[in-house]
């Protein structure tokens, strides 16, 4: 059994550029090194699961997808074709995705269970807010996944799946 200290997510608050703080979540070390060993599973669940609108994978970059988008509305451009875009400003999305769909999407995917067992028992353990090397009383949060897990990206991905599909 690990100890209560291990188990508490640390939510840091840091300037944004335009003004205002942003939380970020600094998740247990034992977790995160679990993660880190586990990465081969989570790696080979999203080779296999990631669908081929997406371009959050391993191997890709925001601006490698940017330029590739591009260039196919300027190839379709130049042959007289009618293009469309969906941009998605994904402002406080974590905060606003329910860990009960999460889990329902994983289960569907075929997520790693062992992974998303872990995962769902980090996201729902207490938080503690740290401001300048200050730290209040331990809160529990029920909505939103934790920006900061190694694991909130795939989380978002699992939601996502049906609705990029459809789109």
Partial sequence: VLPWSTLVNYVSLIPKPDGGLRPITLMPMMYR??????????QHW???E??????AVRGSSAL???LVRALRIETDR???????AIYWDMEKFYDTLSLKKVLEAARRLHYPPR???VGAIAHIAPCLLKIRGSFGNPVMVSTGIKAGCRQAMHFARLLLYSVL???
């Fill in 64 to 66: 490698q997808a940017a």
């Fill in 50 to 55: 990631a669908g081929y609108w997406d371009d």
């Fill in 46 to 48: 999203e080779a296999k």
């Fill in 165 to 167: 599909r459809r789109a």
């Fill in 115 to 117: 992974l998303l067992a």
């Fill in 33 to 42: 090194l679990w993660l880190l060993a586990r990465a081969p599973e989570l």
């Fill in 78 to 84: 130049a042959q007289n074709k009618t293009t469309a």
